[in-house]
């Protein structure tokens, strides 16, 4: 019999890499996915499997983390040997706006769904993941950060996902629930949501080495992060719910970067060289050489700049992960090294960006970019 799991957050980077692997491992993968008015399934559609078939193992079902009746239902029906809650408002800057429906759907929603699974009478058959964050860290109180450095949010995604992680853990100790935290750091892909900032890096530069675009305006580029790469930590998300004993892990690649070492390392990719001068808002990117015959940037252009309309009211400045315990314990490592992740997702970006380039130049459409 197959193992079957139950994602939430299917449409997004994480559960789509996650779907894919676990399909592969042979299980049968059923996903929650919001109503929109526009189709938000670019990311799985490639497992899209048509309903009128008898022999499927995707299912993809409508529903949402900020309501009881509809998650009891799904889980009831599904009866999942495992679930993956991956579904989040996650994007740090945005909760500032929108603190409530974050607290609701990041931190309550966790509580629906294990209450879910207690009034089933699942406890002792559906394992849980939670999708835990060094976010929690905030402000840098220890570094490397590891499983026992105290937590400090620093943002209402982060004070969400702490009453998140915390349930998990009260779940597990009040009910013996198998419910585990995955304490992620930063993973990026070429899938990656296009407002998280390597993404929109890389997009941008791929679209500046084209024509497409003059400049990248950016907030905080003192920011470092430990970014790894998302199909390696999907990876972990698995090793995790397949343990004896359920348990919290921090998952990471150990070596942390600046925006503004990320920003030159992308530039660097598509053989542009460039230099950063100035400092706070002033401090600006300006390119030294273009290598690269096919791209036309002149000496001096200048293709970065600081907006403050991207700072954050309260920041996370450093952010590096001691990944020892999944590495011993779960035999997780990764296989993508910051250059490797870089290198991805501005192959894909470059290739996205000259088919949008063969659109605008064809006069079939303009895409505003700007974000
Ligand atoms: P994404 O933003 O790419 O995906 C989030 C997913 O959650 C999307 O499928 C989204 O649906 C769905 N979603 C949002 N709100 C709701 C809701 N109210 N009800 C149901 N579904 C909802 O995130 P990632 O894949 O990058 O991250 C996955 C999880 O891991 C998130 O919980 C995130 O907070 C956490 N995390 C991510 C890290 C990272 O670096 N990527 C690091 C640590 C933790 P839709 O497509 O319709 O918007
Ligand atoms: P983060 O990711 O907040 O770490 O949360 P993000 O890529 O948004 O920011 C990383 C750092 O870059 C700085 N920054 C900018 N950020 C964005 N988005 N846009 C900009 O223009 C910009 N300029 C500088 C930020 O200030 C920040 O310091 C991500 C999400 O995936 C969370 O869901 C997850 O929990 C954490 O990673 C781990």
């Not at 449409?11 to 996650?18: E, R």
């Not at 500032?96 to 769904?113: K, Q, S, V």
């Not at 982060?158 to 992680?165: E, I, N, R, S, T």
């Not at 935290?181 to 941008?204: C, D, M, Q, W, Y």
Request: proline share 4%; charged share 25%; hydrophobic share 35%.
């Amino acid at each position: 019999m197959s193992k079957v799991a139950l994602i939430t957050g299917i449409t997004g980077q994480d559960g789509a890499y996650l779907s894919e692997y676990l399909l592969k491992k042979g299980y049968v993968v059923h996903g929650i996915k919001r109503r929109s008015s526009l189709f938000n399934t670019e990311r799985i559609d490639h497992l899209y499997q048509d309903p009128h078939v008898e022999q499927r193992n995707f299912y993809l079902h409508y529903g949402d983390l900020t309501d009881s009746t509809n998650l009891i239902r799904i889980i009831q029906e599904v009866q999942p040997d495992e679930i993956y809650n991956l579904a989040a408002m996650s994007h740090v800057q945005v909760s500032f706006d929108t603190p409530e429906y974050t607290a609701n759907a990041d931190g309550i929603g966790t509580l629906r769904l294990l209450e879910a699974i207690r009034l089933l009478g699942l406890t002792n058959k559906t394992r849980f993941y939670q999708a835990s964050t060094s976010e929690l860290y905030g402000l840098v109180q220890e570094v490397p950060q590891t499983e026992k450095t105290p937590f400090y949010p620093r943002s209402p995604y982060a004070v969400a996902k702490l009453y998140g992680y915390w349930i998990t853990v009260n779940y597990r100790e009040a009910y013996n629930m198998f419910a585990c935290n995955g304490i992620l750091f930063n993973h990026e892909s070429p899938i990656r949501g296009e407002t998280f900032v390597t993404r929109k890096i890389t997009r941008a530069v791929a679209r500046i080495a084209l024509g497409l675009q003059q400049k990248l305006f950016l907030g905080n580029l003192s920011a470092k992060r430990d970014w790894g790469h998302a199909k390696d930590y999907v990876k972990a998300m698995y090793l995790m719910l397949q343990q004896d004993q359920p348990d919290d892990y921090v998952v990471a690649t150990g070596v942390t970067t600046s925006v503004r070492e990320f920003v030159v390392r992308a530039f660097s990719e598509v053989g542009i060289e460039i230099e950063f001068k100035g400092e706070g808002v002033e401090e600006k990117g300006y390119v030294v050489a273009c290598n690269n015959p096919e791209y036309k940037l002149e000496k001096g252009a200048c293709v970065v700049e600081v907006d403050p309309r991207y700072f954050r009211p309260t920041e996370v400045d450093l952010l590096i992960g001691d990944p020892s315990k999944a590495k011993s314990k779960l035999g997780w490592k990764p296989n993508f090294d910051l250059n490797a992740l870089v290198k991805d997702m501005m192959k894909e970006d470059l290739k996205l960006m000259k088919r949008d380039k063969f659109l605008n130049d064809g006069g079939y459409r303009t895409l505003n970019y700007y974000e």
